[in-house]
């Protein structure tokens, strides 16, 4: 049994604990608190059904799955270009440090969710309050992390390519710019998660008429909670999806080229 | 030539004074020399290194390079740091491309003297093709030594180059680097506090005491090539550690395990 574990992928086995978790749990509530509670098998088929096309609060699971992804690649746009220059920026300019360096550290500690009445209030309901919830939310992480490791850029790589004639845009561009790259895709890896677990809680909270957060929510109202699972089970795939090949996929061909997982640490 | 006129230097401590490690110190390198700078930790070799490579300015006093005082880096005065300071984002190669490229250099002409330098450093044409992370400490310093020379530097200096490398790496290449200096016959400053080292290498021995101020240059009157285990070496050895300007304490000598038989006061 043990040499059965140590053969299967690292992934694998993470799937099979939570599958067998979530079962255990299906069954413990229906023995408990006789509520059907449903199981990965039943959660499953609903995916299918709904990928079959069934409706899904007015629209196919297509037509959620679109929207969804289209206003968290909007608002990570947003968030990723804010906060990656903005650390690139204060990292470089010891003045605007000192003056901001504080802000993203204090939006860092407002939940996602915290940020709904400011976005109502300056947008009203709708997507233009769900693009601010999930810029302004995951711009800090970014932020925190491009700038920390702006500031901690090596000084002696700057003074290498200073000595072999570097000037000032060959510093930031070829020198400065590579050297913080492990800290943008730390930053972005963040934000990444940030603002797809945002962008679900908005659609779910801010009234966006589709998206899978809003299809979640609809589901459990009308207490069909095979859909709900089904919903939440897209979410983590595709958050999941994304993650191994947006952020992966860079760091596969850049930091894991200039030095090898096994000597990073 | 390299003149330094009167130079002080502190830095700013925490509490608001200054402590000064070097003061009033003048010296004058002339073109082709050979000049090694001994002394022990924290005496401000490194610190004086940096003023000449325009990294830092005196804090009194001037620093000049062939007439003209030094206010930044430049090629002219290529820098050997101690722990090679490759860019570990590019290769072998385009590390000691990257200087060249600054200077004009593409295509061909580019790649053709990229190979020749490799050839001159020992490395292959496939160590060329590897990351910083994949070499080992004689071949960082190797292509370390190969970006600078290839831009043909009036000055070479160099802060404790083979200090971390083992005993045969470092004496093969103290023997490489004086058969380049050789054949160039390039300024070369050379920071170490090994007395071995200095006896070795260098024309003349500036002795830099633990406290600011004190310092002297003494001659080296050995015919090259030097062996190691002759007479005239141990008594030169000697001589060094026998000339510094005031004697060094014993907790000096600790932090200097390269300071090697200890000093007479």
Same mark, same amino acid.
């Given at each position: 049994?043990?040499g059965l574990?140590?053969?299967?992928?690292?992934?694998?086995?993470?799937?099979?604990l939570?599958?067998?978790a979530?079962?255990l749990?299906?069954?413990?509530?229906l023995l408990?608190r006789?509520?059907?509670?449903?199981?990965?098998?039943?959660?499953?088929?609903?995916?299918l059904?709904?990928?079959?096309g069934?409706? +899904?609060?007015?629209?196919?699971?297509?037509?959620h799955?679109? $929207?969804?992804l289209?206003r968290?690649?909007?608002?990570? #746009?947003?968030?990723?270009a804010s906060g990656?220059?903005?650390? +690139?920026? #204060?990292?470089?300019v010891?003045?605007?440090?000192?003056?901001?360096?504080?802000?993203?550290q204090?939006?860092?500690l407002? !939940?996602?969710?915290?940020w709904? !009445?400011?976005?109502?209030?300056?947008?009203?309901?709708?997507?233009r309050?769900?693009? @601010?919830?999930?810029?302004?939310?995951?711009?800090?992480p970014?932020?925190?992390?491009?700038?920390?490791?702006?500031?901690n850029?090596?000084?002696r790589?700057?003074?290498?390519?200073q000595m072999?004639g570097?000037g000032?845009?060959?510093l930031f561009f070829h020198?400065?710019l590579?050297?913080t790259?492990p $800290?943008?895709?730390?930053?972005?890896?963040i934000?990444?998660?940030?603002?797809?677990?945002?962008?679900?809680?908005?659609?779910m909270?801010?009234? $966006?008429?589709?998206?899978?957060?809003?299809?979640l929510?609809?589901a459990r109202?009308?207490?069909?909670?095979a859909?709900s699972?089904?919903?939440?089970?897209?979410?983590?795939l595709?958050?999941f999806f994304?993650?191994?090949?947006?952020?992966?996929? =860079?760091?596969r061909g850049t930091?894991?080229?200039?030095?090898?997982? $096994?000597?990073?640490? | 030539?390299?003149?330094?006129e009167?130079?002080?230097?502190s830095f !700013?401590?925490?509490?608001?004074?200054?402590e000064?490690?070097l003061?009033d110190?003048?010296?004058?390198?002339s073109?082709g020399?050979?000049l090694a700078?001994?002394g022990p930790?924290?005496?401000?070799?490194?610190?004086l290194?940096n003023?000449?490579a325009g @990294?830092?300015?005196?804090t009194?006093?001037?620093?000049?390079?062939?007439g003209?005082?030094?206010?930044?880096p430049a090629?002219e005065?290529?820098?050997?740091?101690?722990?090679?300071v490759?860019?570990?984002?590019l290769?072998?190669?385009?590390?000691?491309a990257?200087?060249?490229?600054?200077?004009g250099?593409?295509?061909k002409?580019?790649?053709?003297?990229?190979?020749r330098?490799?050839?001159?450093m020992?490395l292959?044409?496939e160590?060329?093709a590897?990351?910083?992370?994949? +070499?080992s400490?004689?071949?960082s310093?190797?292509v370390s030594?190969?970006?600078?020379?290839? =831009?043909? !530097?009036?000055?070479l200096?160099?802060?404790?180059?083979?200090?971390?490398?083992?005993?045969d790496?470092?004496?093969?290449?103290q023997?490489?680097?004086?058969r380049?200096w050789?054949a160039?016959?390039?300024?070369?400053?050379?920071?170490?506090?090994?007395?071995?080292?200095?006896?070795y290498l260098?024309?003349?021995?500036l002795?830099?005491?633990?406290?600011?101020?004190?310092?002297?240059?003494?001659?080296?009157?050995?015919?090259?090539?030097?062996n190691r285990?002759s007479?005239?070496?141990?008594?030169t050895?000697?001589?060094?550690?026998?000339?510094f300007p005031?004697?060094?304490c014993c907790?000096?000598?600790r932090?200097?395990?390269? +300071?090697?038989?200890g000093f007479?006061p």
């Amino acid at each position: 049994m043990t040499g059965l574990f140590r053969k299967m992928p690292k992934s694998t086995l993470s799937i099979v604990l939570l599958l067998t978790a979530w079962r255990l749990a299906a069954e413990g509530v229906l023995l408990f608190r006789g509520v059907p509670f449903p199981t990965p098998e039943e959660t499953f088929l609903r995916l299918l059904e709904l990928l079959a096309g069934k409706n +899904l609060a007015g629209h196919s699971l297509y037509v959620h799955l679109f $929207s969804s992804l289209r206003r968290w690649a909007t608002g990570f #746009a947003v968030a990723a270009a804010s906060g990656v220059l903005y650390g +690139l920026a #204060a990292g470089r300019v010891r003045a605007l440090e000192r003056a901001t360096s504080e802000i993203p550290q204090f939006l860092l500690l407002i !939940p996602g969710l915290a940020w709904v !009445p400011v976005a109502i209030l300056l947008f009203g309901i709708g997507e233009r309050a769900t693009l @601010f919830m999930i810029a302004v939310s995951a711009f800090a992480p970014i932020a925190v992390s491009v700038l920390g490791g702006a500031k901690n850029v090596d000084t002696r790589l700057l003074r290498a390519a200073q000595m072999l004639g570097a000037g000032e845009g060959t510093l930031f561009f070829h020198v400065f710019l590579p050297a913080t790259l492990p $800290s943008i895709l730390s930053g972005l890896r963040i934000g990444l998660g940030t603002s797809w677990r945002v962008l679900v809680a908005a659609e779910m909270v801010v009234g $966006s008429g589709t998206g899978l957060g809003y299809s979640l929510i609809q589901a459990r109202w009308t207490l069909d909670y095979a859909s709900s699972f089904a919903c939440i089970a897209a979410i983590c795939l595709i958050g999941f999806f994304f993650e191994r090949v947006l952020i992966r996929r =860079l760091e596969r061909g850049t930091l894991d080229r200039w030095a090898p997982v $096994s000597e990073k640490g | 030539m390299i003149v330094l006129e009167r130079v002080f230097k502190s830095f !700013p401590l925490d509490d608001g004074r200054s402590e000064p490690v070097l003061s009033d110190l003048n010296l004058t390198v002339s073109e082709g020399e050979f000049l090694a700078i001994l002394g022990p930790s924290g005496c401000g070799k490194t610190t004086l290194l940096n003023l000449i490579a325009g @990294f830092t300015a005196p804090t009194r006093g001037r620093v000049l390079f062939n007439g003209t005082e030094i206010d930044r880096p430049a090629p002219e005065r290529a820098v050997v740091f101690q722990d090679a300071v490759l860019f570990p984002w590019l290769t072998v190669s385009r590390n000691i491309a990257f200087g060249l490229k600054l200077q004009g250099l593409k295509g061909k002409n580019l790649d053709e003297k990229v190979s020749r330098y490799l050839a001159i450093m020992g490395l292959t044409e496939e160590d060329g093709a590897k990351y910083p992370h994949a +070499l080992s400490g004689g071949m960082s310093q190797r292509v370390s030594l190969a970006r600078v020379l290839a =831009l043909k !530097p009036k000055a070479l200096l160099m802060d404790e180059p083979f200090s971390s490398l083992d005993v045969d790496t470092r004496e093969r290449l103290q023997e490489e680097l004086l058969r380049l200096w050789a054949a160039r016959r390039t300024t070369v400053i050379y920071v170490t506090h090994s007395v071995e080292e200095a006896a070795y290498l260098a024309d003349r021995v500036l002795l830099l005491g633990p406290s600011p101020g004190r310092a002297r240059t003494v001659p080296v009157p050995l015919k090259r090539p030097r062996n190691r285990r002759s007479e005239e070496f141990l008594a030169t050895k000697e001589a060094l550690r026998g000339g510094f300007p005031e004697p060094l304490c014993c907790a000096t000598f600790r932090h200097s395990p390269h +300071l090697e038989g200890g000093f007479r006061p």
